[in-house]
């Protein structure tokens, strides 16, 4: 969802020079039970079962609703007035560029999954600009409409198959409601892997769960 700032970001935070997590020994791969795929040539693997969450390429209609309600409030704050079904055009672009979403329809709770491949030419990135977009992520989430007294952390994660890989845990307030979230960002050439999870902690078995599937998550090349 956060995806397009990232990209646009990179090449500003590729100078930073703060300090990178030491790696994380990769541990032996647990038994992958779910395979679901990304792309024709990649699929993610957890060692449990998504039961209970809808793993789908469309986009729910409540996470649509949402995100076209702070579109609305980011062009009113820039006094640009729009319609409501244009709107919902640009809300539905946006979450358009990721492949995938796996969410609780009841509790709202949704994880989204987007793999961006290198453009033509452009060197692998290093693992201080993998933590370094990791860092700007939770800059990203700070700077959206709404959001508030955000507190986070980012850390080095071992991914299976993924050269680099780093998680950002945040909790936040969003118009004064609190909020988790999750997003482990990484590469596994020739993709740049986006993985992000918001939990508006209606069940609070959700989190737990949802920790436990990112942990145990794994690339999966064809």
Not at 25 to 53: H, I, M, N, R, Y
Not at 138 to 162: F, I, P, R
Request: glycine share 4%; with cysteine; net charge negative.
């Amino acid at each position: 969802m956060r995806k397009i700032l990232l990209l646009i970001a990179i090449a500003f935070v590729l100078a930073s020079c703060s300090t990178v997590p030491p790696p994380v020994v990769l541990s032996p791969p647990s038994a992958v039970v779910e395979v679901v795929e990304v792309t024709p040539d990649v699929s993610v693997g957890f060692s449990q079962k998504l039961d209970g969450w809808v793993v789908s390429a469309d986009v729910p209609a409540y996470l649509l609703e949402e995100t076209a309600h702070h579109i609305e409030h980011e062009l009113k704050h820039k006094g640009i007035t729009r319609s409501h079904d244009e709107i919902r055009d640009i809300a539905l672009k946006r979450l358009a560029a990721n492949e995938l979403f796996i969410y609780n329809a009841s509790s709202r709770a949704w994880i989204v999954i987007d793999f961006s491949p290198l453009r033509e030419g452009e060197e692998p990135p290093s693992r201080q600009a993998v933590y370094n977009s990791a860092r700007y992520a939770a800059d990203s989430l700070a700077g959206e409409e709404g959001v508030s007294d955000v507190k986070h952390k980012v850390t080095a994660v071992a991914l299976q198959s993924a050269e680099h890989a780093f998680r950002l845990d945040a909790d936040y307030l969003s118009h004064g409601e609190k909020r988790k979230f999750v997003g482990i960002i990484g590469f596994a050439n020739p993709y740049w892997v986006f993985v992000y999870y918001t939990d508006e902690l209606r069940d609070p078995g959700d989190y737990m769960f949802v920790d436990a599937v990112l942990s145990s998550m794994t690339i999966v090349r064809k």
